[in-house]
T-cell receptor, first 114, second 114 residues
Framework: DAGVIQSPRHEVTEMGQEVTLRCKPI?????LFWYRQTMMRGLELLIY????????DSGMPEDRFSAKMPNASFSTLKIQPSEPRDSAVYFC????????????FGPGTRLTVL | AQTVTQSQPEMSVQEAETVTLSCTYD???????LFWYKQPPSRQMILVIR??????QNATENRFSVNFQKAAKSFSLKISDSQLGDTAMYFC???????????FGTGTRLTVIP
C-alpha cells in the first residue's frame, strides 16, 4: 500500500492567490482528516470526512478555507484568498474501521504564503 | 474539553541509553485512546504506539513502551536502547472513543547523542 499521498509537497504562493492542496487516502479507509501544524498552535484538526461526507468542520479557521471529498479516493483543501498567516504544514490522514481510532498520516504539504 | 500536556520541550539521551517522555492529559471521559507519534525531520507523522484506556496492561512495541496511569491521567513513553534514528519530535495524542478528533500535545524534541 502506498500510504496517504499528498500533493504538492511544497507550495509557495503570494498573498491573495488561491491554493489547492490534494490528498489521496489509503484505499478502503472510510475516514479522512485534514490537520494544520504551526509553531504557534501545534497540530490542529481542521475538518474530517466519513464516507465522503463532512462530519466536523468546526476547526476550519474561516470562510477562506473549504474542503471537499468528491469520491472515496480524493480530497482537496482550498484556501482562497490565501494570507501569510496561512503558512503552515497541512497534513492529511485517513483511518479505516479495521483498527479503530488509528490515523495514518500523509507526508504533509508545506505552504508558504508571501 | 480535552487537553494534552507535554512538559518537556526538549530532551537528549546518549545512544543505547533509556529515556522517558512525559505526557499528562485531562478528560472527563472513561473510554478513549492515547497515542505517541514520532515526527522526524522528514516531518512525516509516524505512529509509535497506542493504548486503549480500558486496557490495564501497558502497551509495548519493540523498544517502545508506555506507562499508563489512568487515575493519574499520565501516559509516558519509554524508549529503550536509544538509536540515532529515534531523533525526532514526539507528540502525545488523545482521542475520545467515537469522537475521531485527535488532540495533540505540544511535542518533545528528542535528540539521541552518539
Amino acid at each position: 500500500d502506498a500510504g496517504v499521498i499528498q500533493s504538492p509537497r511544497h507550495e509557495v504562493t503570494e498573498m491573495g492567490q488561491e491554493v489547492t492542496l490534494r490528498c489521496k487516502p489509503i484505499s478502503g479507509h472510510d475516514y479522512l482528516f485534514w490537520y494544520r501544524q504551526t509553531m504557534m498552535r501545534g497540530l490542529e484538526l481542521l475538518i474530517y470526512f466519513n464516507n465522503n461526507v463532512p462530519i466536523d468542520d468546526s476547526g476550519m479557521p474561516e470562510d477562506r478555507f473549504s474542503a471537499k471529498m468528491p469520491n472515496a479516493s480524493f480530497s482537496t483543501l482550498k484556501i482562497q484568498p490565501s494570507e501569510p498567516r496561512d503558512s503552515a504544514v497541512y497534513f492529511c490522514a485517513s483511518m479505516g474501521l479495521a483498527v479503530q481510532n488509528e490515523q495514518f498520516f500523509g507526508p504533509g504539504t508545506r505552504l508558504t504564503v508571501l | 474539553a480535552q487537553t494534552v500536556t507535554q512538559s518537556q520541550p526538549e530532551m537528549s539521551v546518549q545512544e543505547a541509553e533509556t529515556v522517558t517522555l512525559s505526557c499528562t492529559y485531562d478528560t472527563s471521559e472513561s473510554n478513549y485512546y492515547l497515542f505517541w507519534y514520532k515526527q522526524p525531520p522528514s516531518r512525516q507523522m509516524i505512529l509509535v504506539i497506542r493504548q486503549e484506556a480500558y486496557k490495564q496492561q501497558n502497551a509495548t512495541e519493540n523498544r517502545f513502551s508506555v506507562n499508563f496511569q489512568k487515575a493519574a491521567k499520565s501516559f509516558s513513553l519509554k524508549i529503550s536502547d536509544s538509536q540515532l534514528g529515534d531523533t525526532a519530535m514526539y507528540f502525545c495524542a488523545f482521542d475520545q472513543t467515537g469522537a475521531n478528533n485527535l488532540f495533540f500535545g505540544t511535542g518533545t524534541r528528542l535528540t539521541v547523542i552518539p
